[in-house]
């Protein structure tokens, strides 16, 4: 039967008609808010997304060398070396290592300071689909032993000066070549005689069994053949040494793609021009901050390198005077120190040249970056990253710093706050959470701890894989990040939380307090108690009266249970390389850092009369 054309267009509802035509369609989903930080790249003219390298850290140094073979690649102690002299170096330290027996995925471990043999080493090891295991000259013995029993190296490049503690923690790790490198040869004549008797003090015997060669041999010997081989770009370059979340010494494994994607972000974000910046790298390339945006971001933009073995502010300003550095990574304790110097010098004339300063590893203190660039009249740019990614995943724009803020996320670089007791929501701007990171600098993971690896990397149900970074933050709503503490350095004093970061600031307002550190230690009745760890600008005449006074200024400002129930006062709080703060060697009571070995001054970089930052 034929039915009538009908048009549903009305329907009887509750008594009422209802005109179905007027009536609105379903709303469609809302689209998923855009992250307020975005809007802040695009009027930097810095793209959201970036093309990145699909080759590996040899190539890229080819590439260099190819397209800008007569420019400067390194300058060290007044000598030069073109990119075309150092690719020929490091092709030569390659053949070099594979005479070696050093293969594809095998480790060399470098303990080497921040010399041209220390570039020339690792991308000779790059080229070789090798993995550097990059220890640094400075690592206690009972983590560099656990290293190389870890890692089970077939070569390790070191210092001839350290030998002895490199052949000690060598012992039993299956090591089958020593590659000595010396750094005489930089030195004036009187400073080659020092370094003679300092070998002739540290001087060992060779019983270990383990073939010793001077990587001045080696290089000299060996042709300069590019190797055959081709590294796959997402197998591991590097193995990083790193506390990670939990404070214990794991190796963060980073291929070649999350570093170049880094040194891709980072190189974007300073508007690096190619082949004609400079780079003064005074940070140590044996820590991953220095690596990336000290050796790996120059090289990827054929850059000028300027190589510092040994930091001295004194130095540090006649290098600037006289290379004029465009780009100038560095750490807080450094823009201190130069100030310091600059202080010391009458009619100092603002340094020309230095386009953008990048400050991260510690916090930096808004006076230290107003002081600094009062003197100097370069602006300081803070940015924040971990070793875990390789390592930069926030910075300030260049050119507009804020106090206390370590800016906006990298391009391509996905940021979640949660929160802080189940990790299950993300919070609003404003409130404090632990921060997750996603991006294509992430490490693959931790070499040989799978338990590790699936606490720290997870992946959502769209196979995102997200770093817990451990950082709780907060970020205002125009997407501006600062760090508000560390997860796991949380006080829980009878169940209310402390975050020791605000304490410390508090303190730090007190005139009388140089340095502070602020921890919990465990207490039978409160869980835990709140312990500051003081650094005092002038040793008081009366301790007692001081602790007084700043547990008074603490009442002002703090509520009842996150005021210090102690106070310490040290003369050094322990700190790293980079001027990082260990915290874990005060929780169990205050222990001043040990002065580290000194390093040569192969650049003619030491014994000045400017402070020293030690790599």
Known sequence: MNMPHVSFRRWWKNGETVDLAASPPPAAPAPPAEPPWLKHLDRAGIPRTL????????????????????????????????????????????????????????????????????????????KLGAVVVNAGPL???????????????????????????????????????????SLQFYQSVLKRVGYQMKLWQNRSTNGDGIEHRPLADLLAHSPARPPSVAPDPHKTAVLQPTGGTTGTLKLAELSHAALLANATQVST???????????LTILPTFHVYGLTLGLI?????????????????????????????????????????LSDEIEKTEDFAPLEGIRLCFSGAAPLPP?????????????????YGLTEAA???????????????????????????????????DVAP?????????????????YADHEQTERTLTKDDEGTVWLHTGDVVRYDAEGYFSIVDRKKDMIIRSGLKIYPGKVEKVLRAHKAVSDVAVVGRPDAVHTQVVVAVVVAAVKPEDPRQLEADLRAHCREHLAPYEVPAQIEFVEKLPRSALGKLLKRDLREGPIVATPVEELPSG?????????????
């Open 269 to 279: 974000w300073m508007a690096c021009r190619a082949g004609q910046e400079r780079v």
């Open 430 to 446: 404003g409130e404090a959470g632990e921060m997750l990171v996603a991006g294509p600098q992430l490490m693959s993971g931790y």
């Open 139 to 181: 690592m206690g013995q009972d983590d560099l032993r656990a290293v190389m029993a870890m890692t089970r190296p077939r070569v390790a490049v070191g210092l001839d000066l350290l030998a002895q503690g490199l052949m000690r923690a060598a012992h039993g790790s299956g090591l089958e070549h020593f590659v000595w490198v």
């Open 51 to 126: 093309n990145y390298p699909t080759t590996t850290l040899g190539r890229i140094l080819d590439q260099s060398a190819d397209r800008y073979g007569d420019v400067t690649a390194l300058l060290y102690n007044g000598k030069r070396w073109s990119y075309r002299e150092l690719l020929d170096q490091v092709n030569r330290a390659a053949a070099g290592f594979a005479e070696l027996g050093v293969r594809r995925g095998d480790r060399v471990l470098l303990a080497l300071p921040n010399c041209p043999e220390s570039v020339i080493c690792f991308f000779a090891v790059q």
């Open 603 to 615: 650049n003619g970089n030491g014994n000045g009369n400017g402070k020293e930052v030690h790599p």
């Open 297 to 337: 971001c120059p090289i990827l933009a054929a850059s000028t390198i300027i190589v510092v073995t040994r930091f001295d502010a004194g130095e540090t300003l006649d290098l600037i005077r006289r290379h004029r550095p465009t780009l100038f990574p560095l750490v807080p304790a450094a823009c201190d120190a």
């Open 391 to 425: 390592p930069v995943t926030h910075s300030s724009l260049p050119g507009e710093p804020r106090p206390c803020c370590v800016g906006l996320p990298m391009p391509d670089t996905r940021i979640r706050v949660v929160d802080l007791d189940r990790g299950h929501r």
């Open 367 to 383: 006076q230290t970056a107003e002081r600094f660039q009062r003197l100097t009249g370069v602006m300081v740019v803070e940015g």
